[in-house]
């Protein structure tokens, strides 16, 4: 799995170590080394998490139906009644961010 890092932590432990850098050669790398930290690519959450939407499926009766999100499949049971307080931004078990929808 990726590991995802706070660049700007890492920057701050280089400046402090930059501090304690004895030559030329030791600043040197630690300048270079910020600079590749600096430059890297980032990446938006929703790459990270997904971006889905909930599809409704499976009507149970006239009160119960399942919602299922399209990204990890998984299925959540809801009565007719508490659809607008369940209809979430994001999925409680992958933490995909849902599109709007008309499915749902």
Do not use: H
């Not at 590991?3 to 030329?24: E, M, S």
């Not at 971006?51 to 998984?74: H, P």
């Amino acid at each position: 799995m990726p590991r995802y890092i706070d660049a700007d932590v890492i920057l701050t432990k280089f400046d402090k170590t930059l501090q304690l850098a004895g030559n030329d050669g030791a600043i040197a790398a630690l300048k270079f080394c910020k600079e590749i930290v600096r430059k890297a690519p980032t990446i938006s959450p929703d790459e990270v998490r997904g971006v889905g939407r909930w599809v409704r499926i499976n009507v149970m009766s006239d009160e119960w139906f399942k919602l299922k999100c399209s990204c990890c499949q998984k299925e959540f049971e809801i009565m007719e009644g508490e659809l607008e307080d369940y209809i979430l931004n994001y999925c409680p078990n992958c933490g995909a961010k849902m599109e709007v929808s008309e499915d749902a």
